[in-house]
């Protein structure tokens, strides 16, 4: 099978406003095209869309009664909830309360293992401990019910005080496609498991993970600011947003990468084949199977792979800017003119580094994050998939 960053791709893009007032369309829904549209031999629970679904806590600090389930997402275009017998329920105004939030949580079992039933949709797993978040139903732009999201890199945000995190995911009768994600922050631990034609984890962490990832930022003096408190480390792109991390901090590598490119040239390889690459008139110009360009980044541009880094699913344009953006971020761009680069001893080396998926990726087992958006190149991201999935299980584990 070939790498994810050589195929035929949609790439995440996060689609939550600041202020969590976006009425959001989960970034995972994008997530799909992992998966080939046309298998017809997914087994029985992948075709009727009820997958067994165990959540596990293991968090040695809140027991299950502290724990709060919430699993939303999308389904035919409407955004929807799952329901503590396992059924899925469209989001409605009236669900809010009297405090103008839903309670949309699903308890934990008394004891033991909580066992579900997951439907087909795509979306958020999201847990909170110790107090619930708070969702809130409103009116988009057509006029129908939309739900806003835990923003938790946002300080005027409900949610901010509280202690949680997610995973994400795409059910549907192509198979089972998630992840566990740090775009936004990184809060709680928790690790993925998927069984079906095969048995995969991702996501764990290494005893004293959490700890360590929080004080590897904190020694970093542009990153120190997104640690908060013992809750959550924000990602830089966001803490950009919020003026607590440096608008131009990648601007001398960014100036570097280009001045470099001018004089010599640098190949991408994609699933459409070889592109060769060199700066000209100020852009960085791929010739090969098509001709692609880009302007010069931002800092926001590189943390957020998009702007100049965007990445349209055109099989040409977009793969390269999803390999550009993985080699800012982990600094490869100028130690290796052949990208993207493979050996994650070569990753965020130098000062001038991602140092917020640096710290993320050295905490977990099998050395995979979810850091920045195209952290998937090269297969660094903690993703899973199966086309017949059997089981998922989602387990926080030990801060």
């Known amino acids: 099978m070939a790498p994810r960053h050589q195929r035929n791709l949609t790439r995440r893009k996060m689609m939550f406003a600041l202020g ?12 799909a095209p992992y998966a080939l549209a046309d298998q017809s031999d997914a087994r029985t629970t992948a075709a009727t869309g009820s997958l067994p679904m165990t959540i596990v806590n293991k968090s040695g600090s809140f027991d299950n009664a502290s724990v709060h389930l919430y699993v939303v997402g999308n389904l035919d275009g409407k955004q929807v909830r799952l329901t503590p017998d396992g059924t899925v329920a469209p989001i409605a105004l ?6 103008g939030f839903t309670d949309y949580a699903i308890p934990l079992a008394g004891s033991g293992d909580t066992k579900l039933s997951l439907p087909f949709m ?9 107090q619930k978040l708070k969702f809130k139903v409103v009116t988009d732009g057509n006029g129908n019910a939309a739900l806003q999201y835990p923003a938790g890199w946002v300080t005027s945000d409900p949610n901010y005080g509280v202690l949680h995190d997610c995973a994400e995911f795409t059910h549907n009768a192509a198979g089972m496609f998630c992840n566990t994600t740090m775009v936004d922050m990184f809060s709680v631990p928790m690790a993925i498991r998927l069984t079906g034609d095969k048995d995969q984890t991702t996501g764990t962490l290494r005893a004293g993970g959490r700890a360590a990832a929080f004080a590897a930022v904190k020694q970093i003096e542009e990153f120190a600011p997104l640690v908060v408190d013992d ?3 924000i990602a830089p792109g966001h803490g950009l947003d919020a003026g607590i991390f440096k608008k131009d901090y990648f601007a001398p590598y960014i100036d570097t990468v ?7 040239d640098l190949k991408v390889t994609t699933n459409a084949g070889t592109f060769t690459g060199r700066v000209r008139a100020d852009r960085f110009t791929f010739d090969g199977p098509a001709s692609v360009s880009f302007a010069k980044p931002s800092t926001r541009d590189v943390l957020f792979c998009d702007g100049n880094l965007a990445a349209p699913n055109d099989g040409t344009t977009g793969p390269v800017a999803a390999v550009l953006g993985a080699g800012f971020n982990r600094s490869t761009l100028l130690a290796d003119i ?4 493979t050996d994650p001893a070569a990753f965020y080396q130098g000062s001038l580094t991602n140092h917020y998926a640096k710290a993320i990726h050295a905490a977990t087992v099998d050395g995979k994050a979810y850091g920045f958006a195209f952290d998937d190149v090269a297969d660094f991201a903690s993703y899973v998939q199966d086309t017949s999935p059997t089981g998922f299980t989602l387990t926080l584990s030990a801060f």
């Open 20 to 31: 969590g007032a976006a009425v959001g369309i989960p970034a995972i829904a994008a997530i």
């Open 231 to 233: 809750t959550r480390i």
């Open 94 to 99: 009236s669900d809010n309360g009297a405090d």
């Open 122 to 130: 795509s979306g958020r797993i999201y847990v909170a401990l110790g």
């Open 338 to 341: 052949a990208q993207p680069a």
């Open 258 to 264: 280009w001045s470099t490119y001018t004089g010599k």
